[in-house]
């Protein structure tokens, strides 16, 4: 079992930056891949970056450039600095994991991104 909690979330101006963590607790080693997602208010949750367990990383096109996803060692904790945030920006951030076949997710924490 795994378990992850994020936290850093809160109410930024456009142009500004918040960093969100993902702790994760339990059986870390079986980590594979982690991940941020999003969900706006009235849209589906979408992949906004991966990174695996040996480094390699990845973005959705629309935070390529603005977003940095990281983590202190192999598996845990797992960051995801944000800066020059748009209101397009604003929703719930969840951190995801993928072990053994499995996924396993976190509550979620909001980002508000005024104009």
């Known amino acids: 079992q795994v378990q992850l909690v994020e936290s850093g979330g809160g109410l930024v101006r456009a142009g500004g930056s918040l960093r969100l963590s993902c702790a994760a607790s339990?059986?870390?080693?079986?980590?594979?891949?982690m991940a941020w997602y999003r969900q706006a208010p009235g849209k589906q949750r979408e992949l906004v970056a991966t990174?695996?367990?040996?480094?390699?990383?990845n973005y959705a096109d629309s935070v390529k450039g603005r977003f940095t996803i990281s983590r202190v060692n192999a598996r845990n904790p797992v960051y995801l600095q944000m800066n020059s945030l748009k209101p397009e920006d604003t929703g719930v951030y969840y951190c995801?994991?993928?072990?053994?076949?499995?996924?396993?997710w976190g509550k979620g924490t909001l980002v508000t991104v005024s104009s």
């Open positions: 990174i695996t367990s040996s480094g390699s990383t």
């Open positions: 995801n994991a993928v072990y053994l076949g499995k996924d396993c």
């Open positions: 339990g059986n870390i080693f079986t980590i594979n891949t």
